[in-house]
């Protein structure tokens, strides 16, 4: 089972430069986010999506774009990055929004911005 | 929202130790409680999870009990392995599906 897939795992970005992080899940699952880990300050979620076509901001939105036009995508868009946004980011989805629920991860992409 | 205090770290044990990461949210409601853990180089993975007040959850030796009164899910094993260095996180849900996470206890093992 591939589970949460996220693409590229690694990558170095130069100041201004704009990339998409891929994120794919295989488990039908309508709730999607993507958070980033930074030491000292666990995981803080950016954008959110709970289902195809319907996104919305976390707790850290600023300098990313997200879209949701299938279950299975939910890619992450960085338009001009900054050394602020180094970082390992982490794509996540459950199958429902009660809290109860359990969120499965993606494996990380590790993004260094110099 | 939710907000998640949790022992800081580095914790190193001995194999064969007792560990305890101790773990207090404030949240509106009641929210779920869960422990993750990421093993090194890898994405988080559920450990375990409480729904309600008093509820144990348990996996892999580790236990962590819901304490509405003290607003706490402290971790427990009570025999450490090489095997369970990670970085545990402590995240309470509530019903809008977002996760708060604490900063995470990084625990290493010692043969």
């Known amino acids: 089972n591939a589970g949460v897939t996220q693409t590229p795992k690694f990558q170095v970005l130069k100041t201004g430069q704009s990339m998409t992080l891929q994120c794919a899940q295989d488990?039908?699952?309508?709730?999607m986010s993507w958070y980033r880990q930074d030491p000292g300050m666990g995981l803080r979620l950016i954008h959110y999506?709970?289902?195809?076509?319907?996104?919305d901001q976390g707790e850290v939105p600023n300098g990313y774009n997200v879209s949701r036009s299938t279950t299975e995508d939910f890619p992450l868009r960085l338009l001009s990055a900054a050394p602020s946004q180094t970082s390992v980011y982490f794509c996540?989805?459950?199958?429902?929004?009660?809290?109860?629920?359990?969120?499965?991860f993606g494996q990380g992409t590790r993004l260094t911005v110099v | 929202g939710n907000s998640v205090t949790q022992m800081e770290g580095p914790v190193t044990l001995s194999e064969e130790a007792f560990l305890t990461i101790n773990c207090t949210y404030t949240?509106?409601?009641?929210?779920?409680l869960f422990w993750y853990v990421q093993y090194p180089g890898e994405g988080l993975q559920l450990l375990l999870k409480?729904?309600?007040?008093?509820d144990k959850g348990s996996n892999k030796g580790f236990e962590a009990t819901y304490r509405k009164e003290t607003t706490s899910f402290h971790l427990e094993k009570g025999s450490v392995q090489v095997s369970d260095s990670a970085v545990y996180f402590c995240?309470?849900?509530?019903?809008?599906?977002?996760?708060?996470f604490g900063a995470g206890t990084t625990v290493t093992v010692r043969a």
């Open positions: 999506s709970v289902g195809a076509g319907i996104t």
């Open positions: 409480a729904t309600k007040a008093d």
């Open positions: 995240a309470p849900a509530a019903n809008d599906y977002k996760l708060s």
């Open positions: 996540a989805s459950s199958y429902s929004g009660r809290g109860d629920t359990e969120a499965f």
């Open positions: 488990m039908n699952h309508e709730y």
């Open positions: 949240a509106t409601g009641y929210p779920s």
